[in-house]
């Protein structure tokens, strides 16, 4: 349902991905893009997935684990102190930020590990109009515009869908 809904390669073919990128995967799950990923960006290519949930991460395919290119990190994205500031070209929170209490931190930590010029593509479910009991993880457009204004990031046009928000940003190269 997955693949025909939200198919990994159209979902990245938003962040212009190239041959050679170093790309973060936060809140990576079971690694749903990760072979894409590594696809895309070939053998000069890197692959961070992080993930808080062991559980998930233990999903992702063990031949992951043995490449090089890619790095397994258990813990909150909205603390990656072992990640290099501006080391990343690219970040992606699919359905992340829906997910998770502490949005600020994990855009915030986004933007810190992101070289200037870098893109983060953002995406979250469109909001169901009935009560959720859920009410501090959920998004909503407007909470999504409170979060991108905190940093002074480049708001570019992306599409969204019948499903899901998307919202692609770049960090600025000056400023
Ligand atoms: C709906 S899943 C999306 C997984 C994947 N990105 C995808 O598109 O299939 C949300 C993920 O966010 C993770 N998550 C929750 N809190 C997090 C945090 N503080 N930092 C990073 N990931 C988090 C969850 O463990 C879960 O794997």
């Known amino acids: 349902m997955r693949r025909w809904l939200l198919p990994a390669t159209s979902e990245l073919a ?17 690694g749903f893009h990760a072979e894409a990923l590594l696809q895309l960006l070939g053998p000069g290519g890197s ?3 992080v ?15 043995e490449n090089p290119r890619v790095r397994i990190l258990i813990g909150s994205a909205a603390h990656l102190p072992t990640v290099p500031t501006a080391s990343q070209d690219r970040v992606l929170l699919s359905l992340t930020l829906c997910c998770l209490v502490d949005k600020e931190g994990v855009l915030g930590e986004s933007w810190r590990i992101l070289r200037p010029g870098g893109l983060v593509l953002a995406t979250f479910p469109r909001a169901r109009r009935r009560p959720n009991r859920r009410r501090p993880l959920r998004m909503t457009r407007d909470r999504w515009r409170a979060l ?22 770049r960090k600025p190269t000056t400023g």
Request: aromatic share 8%; hydrophobic share 45%; net charge negative.
């Open 51 to 65: 993930d808080p949930d062991r559980e998930n991460l233990e999903l992702v395919p063990n031949h992951y684990r």
């Open 148 to 169: 991108e204004k905190i940093l002074p990031w480049e708001v570019l046009s992306v599409r969204s869908s019948f499903w899901i928000h998307r919202h692609l940003l």
């Open 14 to 30: 938003r962040l212009d991905l190239h041959a050679g990128l170093a790309v973060a995967d936060l809140g990576a799950g079971v």
């Open 47 to 49: 692959l961070l997935l």
